[in-house]
């Protein structure tokens, strides 16, 4: 079993930029996709971002693409998301989670999945 603990949400303005992280323990997640996925309230869960194993490649919901950059640290069993030119509308819960497969864009494939960090983004 994985356990999450995301962290670095918090209040910013539109504009800037937070840093999030997902700590991952219990086994390794190297061999694993890992993405961020992110619910706003009276809203679905949404994909944000993905990456694969090696963290070579990457895949972008179109809304973030540009101003947000996904990236693991496999020595430290540790998933990143880097967010700038914040925005009013990514004001929301972020969730990280782990799949068993390549490049994992369906929530419903992950099958770990952390306890999530707020962020809002005044406007």
């Known amino acids: 079993q994985v356990q999450l603990v995301e962290s670095g949400g918090g209040l910013v303005q539109a504009g800037g930029s937070l840093r999030l992280s997902c700590a991952a323990s219990?086994?390794?997640?190297?061999?694993?996709?890992m993405g961020w996925f992110r619910q706003a309230p009276g809203k679905e869960r949404e994909f944000v971002a993905a990456?694969?194993?090696?963290?070579?490649?990457?895949k972008y919901a179109d809304s973030v693409k540009g101003r947000f950059t996904i990236s693991r640290d496999n020595a430290k069993n540790t998933l990143y998301l880097q967010m700038n030119s914040l925005k009013p509308e990514d004001t929301a819960v972020y969730y990280c989670?782990?799949?068993?497969?390549?490049?994992?864009?369906?929530?419903?494939?992950?099958?770990?999945w952390g306890q999530g960090t707020q962020v809002t983004v005044s406007s």
């Open positions: 990456i694969g194993w090696i963290g070579g490649i990457t």
């Open positions: 989670a782990v799949a068993p497969g390549f490049l994992v864009v369906t929530a419903e494939s992950y099958e770990y």
């Open positions: 219990g086994r390794t997640v190297s061999g694993y996709c």
